[in-house]
Structures are given as C-alpha cells and as structure tokens.
C-alpha cells in the first residue's frame, strides 16, 4: 500500500548515522557518541523511596489524570528554586511541564512556524532541534560562533535583513555539540537586541546546572523584562533522562498558548513522576547530587582533554568546555568524519561526526565527543583508538 | 508584547466550557462531566510492587535514555497478548508507545494532514481528536450513526465523492461521546471499503476491553489484510491514566514514520513507567483485574439508565451503552445544553454539552453524562438533580 502522507511527514527520514551508532550498544565498543549520562550516578536509592511514598501516601491522585499545566509543588520548586539559580524571578503560572525538553522545542515549533519561515540559530546547533526545525520547514539563518558564543555583530546584521526570522534558537551554557558557553555580555546584548527587534528567544538551557568552575550562569531569561525569553528546562541532565520531565517557562499569556499545546499533545506529563521527581526536590538538595555529578565530569573532561592533547596530533583542535557533556573537535579539512566513523567503528570506537549539527550541512571535517559516559579508563584507551584511526586516514 | 504565532496557533482557544467545568472539582458537586476512571479501582499495590521491583532490579536502565519506539518486553505483551484479546494478530515491530492515545491522534494528524485537508469521522465524536483536527485546519465529512455505529451507506456515498479525505477516524467500541458499539458486519463492510478506496483508517480504541456483556468486539484491525488500519490502544482505562502509556499498532513501514515522529517530538516515552507496567503485565493477569473494573460499570451503568427511566420527562432519551464509559442523552430540541449546565452547576451537578463534540457544532440539544467516577449513591441523586433542572428549562 502507498499512503498518502502530509507534506511536513515527508522530511522525517531515518538518520543513517543513528543505524551506524546501533552497534556502539555492543559493550566492546567505547563509545564517545550518545549525549547519555553517566547512571551510576542516578540518585536511584532516593528516587526509589520517593516513589514507595507517593504509591503509600497519594496513589490515587497519582495515578489519575492531573492538570495540563502540571503537578503543583513540582511547578512550584521550579519556578521559586530551579529558575532562580539560573537567576530568573518566575512564577508558577509561568511553568508548564514537558516531556523532556524536546517536547518544548517541538512545541516552540509548532506554535511560531509556518512553512518556509526563517529561523535564527548557532552554526552549529542542536541536531535534535534541528531535526525539529526541518519537519517544519524552517529556512536557517546562521550566527557563526566564537569561544564566547554567538557573535552579536553578526546577530545584529541578520535582524537588520529582510528575513523576518520567527525566533532566535540557542543554547547560552555548554551548547550542544561545541560545549561553548556565551558569555554575561553577550547575553545581555542578546536579549536587548531581542527586545528592541520583538523576536522571541527560545533558551535552551539542558546543562547550565552541570557547570565545572565558578557559580552557574545568568539564564538569558534572568535579562528579559518584556517577555521575549522562553527558557526550556530539563531534569534529564541532573537526576535522570528516562522520568521525561522538562519544562517551558515563559510569559504567562504566551504559555497559556503551550498549554492549549500540551493539550491537544498529550493530554499532560505522567502524573505519578511528577509527583516523584516533586517529593525528591522537596525531601532532598539537588545541588548536592548536582554536585557530584559535577566532579566526575569535571575528571573526565580533563582526562578527555589531557589525552587528545597526548594522542590527537598538534593541528587537530578541540574546544574546552566549562560544563555540559560534549567537547567539539576539528579534524583537518579533508577528512570527512562520517567516513572516519565507519573506520573508526572498526576500532571499535564512536563518535558523532559533525555535519548534521550545521543546519546547512556544509562541513564534514567536525566530530562530538561525549566524556560523560565512559569510564575513566576507558577515555584514554578511546581517545588513542580514534587518534589512530584519524592518522590512518590522512 | 504582541507575539507573531504561526497560522496554526491561532486555532488553538481555551474553552469555555473547560472554563465552567473547573467548579467539578468541589466535592458537594455530582459530577458526570469527566471522563475518568474510578480511581478506588486502580491497582495500586499491584503497581507499587512493580515499582519497588524495577528499582531493585533494573534502576539504571530504567531511568536512562531508552529506545524511541519502546520498551522491548511492553511492547511484546501489547502485540501478542493485548492486540490479541481483540483479534488483531500483531508482531512486536508493529507497535509504538506513545504518551496515551491522544499522541496517537495527533501523530495521526500531524502525519498525513495538509492544510484543509478533509478527513471522515463520525458525528458526533470525541472532542480530544476534534481538537487535534482544528489545529491542523482540517475539513470534516461527518458519518451519522444508529445503534449499530457509523452508517456505511453514508460513508461510501462520501468516499465517492471528489474530496479526497486523508483518513476515516472511528471510535468503533463504546464511543465517546455516545457509547455506541459498531457492529461486527459494519466492521467488515468500512476495512472493505477502506481497502478498496485506499484510505487509512484510525481506529481509537480506548474502551474496548471494558465490555459489559458478551465477548470483546474484534477490532477493526482485525479484519485489515492490507495494512489501512491504524490502531490506538492505552492502558489508561484498565490500569491507570496518570502514567500516560498508550501504543500505535500499525504496518512496519507506515509505523516508522511515527516513530520518527515520536523520535522529534519528545524522544521517547517514560522508561521506567513503561518497565513497571511491562513487569505488571508479565505478572498479573489484567484480565482479571479488568473484570473488577466491568463489575463496577456495569452496576453503575445500570444505575445511571435506572435512574434516567425513573426521573426524566420520557421524551428524552439515553444510549444504552455495552461498554466504556458514557451514555449520551438527547434533549428536546428548544434545550441548548451549555445554557442548562449554566443551571445545573447552581443545582451541583455537572455534565459536558454535547455540541463541541459535533465537528461542525451544528447540534446544542445533547449532553454526555460518565458513569464511571461517582459513587452508586450519588449517581441516582444526580440524575434526579439534572431532571429537575431539565425540567425548569422546558
């Protein structure tokens, strides 16, 4: 049978390079190529108890529907704590929760963009979102990056033009895949521009949490005044990915309009972890367990760095991220990484090669390196691995 | 600040209706307006076992990052053992977990949609999905129905018609809002038709199992050889609505477009929830636990038509549902049904309105009324309530 399918279901294609990485589930193969904390430091004793007194205490309630917005208390200590150590003043009728926070940059999508819109993005950005943006249709305009992030000039030159881009998509803290972090200044100018030019800014915020030196950063939501800023959330990076628990905030005329999203989506979150993940956060400090998530990726960065400098050869550079989970190298310009991956798969060694984060697709010599999921030991014995497989290739 | 949405947000209105029905939450208030499950049936002890046991057993995985289209041992059991019980012989690589059924109509729609495209359904039928279709701006070519469901002289006289309709959308058991079953013939006769005009058929399923007498229906699903049916299942009316676990099963080819979809949407579903009720499957027999939840119904369905016999004009005339979890009642025709609940709220019983479940809204004299949530003495005393307001409003 032929289905007739929607114009915007005809961009959804399988990603060969997700068919490649299946192997890297093979326990031989070190793989620097998921984005996947590390479980072992999942708060799984805690999270456990929770769940044994939510099921003791409030099971009905718990397992029946609940409101769209989501869970009270959870809303609650987001707005009045997380948010606030982003330094961001919020509200609760500023909050709804997500499925992860992909489900917020679906939702992004679907409420700003018509087909063929123009979008705002860093070159390269998120290739998550990315997939997002195309299903919808979105043309890119794109701000090169420095070692502090998106350079404003070149922001302002593109809101000067024609174009009218919809929103401006980026990840201030750790982005995904560079690791580079957009400094105080520029965020400021950021949002300023944001405002003066009324294009909303969707922050995506998953690691600004997991920062290595120094205090977290000002959220560029913690600069907006007039409501153009929508900080997306997530617990997936501080207690666990599986539960699916981000969140949207944003200006509470604009979230009603997620709300009325979240809706039709699905109804709302899972309510039983809701009410975990809210019982956890209340019972327990998250900066605590923050924090020693924060000292095992702080060791495995440096010995992820420490071995490329040892290993990679001098012309071959990658960044120095400051939190986050990823660092970004760059590989001559005559190698193609993803030629490179099927070789080094051989070695039984992963990565994710760059060109699918560029939304135009135009530079195959780039490669992302994940240090929060494999073992010390097996950083450095990898990183020699890929090295070779790089010097085979020259 | 005034925010520039796409075309399609626009459609997105916060009802008034929800509004009003917000007061339902006052204990003194009878409700027949929701539709939830009784929560004194959930298997509460049953699910907290499963999750001490996954969190004993099998933490780690169960709170990283899991496959997009599920998790293997759910959707085994849903392939072999759920679709099963209602005829559909079904393999593991034909089924998705989505967040409840309501991701499942609006993957649908999001999937083969344009713009004003016209699709089929019955008239009435479920509000959630007409929602999801208004966002997608899509155009209805409504079925009437008698107590045997949808009259298939109709729907073969619009699909001869030019408006080439993208999908036939069909609540076939216990549909909500009428309770009406389609009979087994009709089945046959609209997968017949489907297959010969090739159009695919979302079959929403969301009540089948609970069936008051007799057998469960065989689905639609089950007399498709050609893979024109799409089938939506969850486990939110026979476990629990609060963990959000529903499925698609379909054609492998046409299934993965909608796990790529998932795959952009949200990632994935809740990895621990759905181990917990994988484990709950693989070790309960949910078939027995449904049978409690029928005996419950039954008895308060019979309740609820009893007292209608007994207290209403008998001018005014109720389905008589062989399952799920409404009956729908017809008013004379000078009665707008949203000016009545205005009245009945002040008298402390609620209902829905039945015109926004008209697609074209184009009947305000019906109401739903769900037995399943209020206690058996409290289903009498309302439905006297509601007569007395009925009958003030002639």
Request: charged residues 25%.
């Amino acid at each position: 049978m032929q289905y007739i399918l929607a114009e915007r279901a005809k961009t959804l294609k399988a990603s060969e390079i997700r068919e490649l990485l299946k192997v890297t589930e093979q326990p031989e193969i070190i793989s620097f190529a998921g984005g996947l904390p590390d479980p072992a430091l999942f708060p799984i004793e805690e999270l456990a108890k929770m769940s044994q007194t939510v099921f003791a205490t409030d099971a009905h309630a718990a397992l029946q529907y609940g409101p769209t917005e989501g869970y009270g208390l959870l809303r609650d200590i987001i707005a009045y704590e997380r948010m606030a150590k982003a330094k961001v003043i919020s509200h609760h009728d500023e909050i709804l929760i997500t499925a992860g926070s992909q489900q917020g940059i679906e939702f992004c999508a679907r409420l700003f963009l018509n087909d063929g819109d123009y979008i705002i993005c860093e070159d390269p950005s998120y290739l998550g979102a990315i997939n997002v943006f195309d299903t919808y249709h979105a043309n890119y305009l794109t701000v090169p990056m420095d070692e502090d992030g998106m350079i404003i000039e070149e922001l302002e030159k593109i809101l000067q033009s024609n174009h009218k881009p919809k929103f401006i998509y980026t990840i201030p803290d750790f982005q995904n895949p560079t690791g580079i972090t957009m400094s105080i200044e520029r965020r400021k100018r950021l949002v300023k521009l944001a405002t003066q030019y009324k294009i909303p800014v969707i922050e995506d915020n998953p690691y600004g949490d997991v920062v290595f030196s120094g205090e977290r950063n000002p959220a560029l939501k913690s600069f907006d005044t007039d409501g153009w800023v929508i900080f997306l959330g997530t617990f997936s990076k501080t207690l666990c990915p599986g539960l699916r628990v981000g969140w949207v905030c944003a200006n509470q005329k604009l979230l009603h309009k997620f709300i009325m999203l979240k809706q039709v989506t699905d109804l709302q979150c899972n309510t039983l972890t809701q009410r975990e993940i809210g019982l956890y956060l209340k019972t327990y400090n998250i900066d605590e367990h923050i924090r020693k998530i924060i000292e095992v990726y702080t060791r495995r960065r440096d010995l992820m760095l420490a071995s490329i400098k040892q290993y990679f050869a001098p012309d071959i550079k990658c960044t120095s991220p400051n939190g986050g989970l990823f660092t970004w190298v760059k590989l001559p310009k005559n190698i193609d990484a993803a030629e490179l991956l099927v070789v080094a798969l051989e070695e039984k060694v992963a990565f994710v090669p760059g060109a699918p984060f560029f939304p135009n697709k135009n530079h195959k010599n780039f490669l992302r390196l994940n240090y929060s999921n494999m073992p010390d030991e097996k950083i450095k014995e990898g990183i020699k691995r890929l090295a070779h497989v790089i010097e085979s290739f020259r």
